[in-house]
């Protein structure tokens, strides 16, 4: 599965829309782009995935560039709850479906 | 939407006993089912792929016999930690997959084991 990188950390004042990118410069063509959040001492939620187009849910937006080597997670109105750590995961479709977690991004949304 | 149940959500034992940590799929079936270790401040590790019916796929560096992986139904897989230490001390973290290849995985909520 190809790698991602995101910046460790990020804040985002309540209110306002977070953008938390993600780049995955050697993903392939049969790997989708899954989003999960982490909030302290829970299990990880999934959020959103997608292969090539922009896909919307009630949690968040995802937009995924034309070349695919790089995606954004949109929380259009980011609240105190939002405040975790947010994992981009590339997973190929074979395989099975074990997932491959990296560091993520430590989102904090502040007052 | 799908939900994954792990029990207990806390443990703590004493160092040399054993600890058996519940994962169950409340209102789908999984033939397989995911097993994580998260130690304070760092990211999940894949410990483990439970089969339903088969013998678990354990992952590099981790102990087959130490952990103990059971999924005997497509409803519930079980982690025994045996003979338990203080640096199993961790956050243990089941998932499972409702559909097909590209669904998304649903994970419990975890379970904090202190051993003492």
């Known amino acids: 599965d190809a790698k991602t990188t995101q910046p460790p950390s990020m804040d985002c004042a309540e209110g306002r829309a977070a953008n938390l990118p993600c780049n995955h410069s050697t993903i392939s063509g049969n790997e989708y782009v899954y989003w999960y959040r982490q909030i302290h001492s829970q299990g990880p939620q999934y959020i959103i995935h997608?292969?090539?187009n922009n896909e919307t849910n009630e949690m968040a937006s995802l937009i995924i560039t034309e070349d695919r080597k790089s995606s954004t997670l949109i929380l259009p109105h980011a609240t105190l709850r939002d405040t975790a750590v947010y994992y981009c995961i590339v997973k190929a479709t074979g395989g099975g479906n074990k997932l491959t977690f990296g560091t993520g991004t430590q989102l904090k949304v502040e007052l | 939407g799908a939900v994954v149940s792990q029990h207990p959500s806390w443990v703590i034992c004493k160092s040399g006993t054993s600890v058996k940590i519940e994962c169950r799929s409340l209102d789908f079936q999984a033939t397989t089912m995911f097993w994580y270790r998260q130690f304070p401040k760092q990211s999940l590790m894949l410990m483990a792929t439970s089969n339903e019916g088969s013998k678990a796929t354990y992952e590099q560096g981790v102990e087959k016999d130490k952990f103990l992986i059971n999924h005997a139904s497509l409803t519930l897989s079980t982690l025994t930690v045996t003979s338990a230490h203080p640096e199993d001390s961790s956050f243990y973290i089941c998932?499972?997959?409702?559909?097909?290849?590209?669904?998304?995985?649903?994970f419990g909520n975890g379970t904090r084991l202190t051993v003492t």
């Open positions: 997608g292969l090539k």
């Open positions: 998932s499972a997959n409702q559909g097909p290849y590209n669904s998304p995985l649903h």
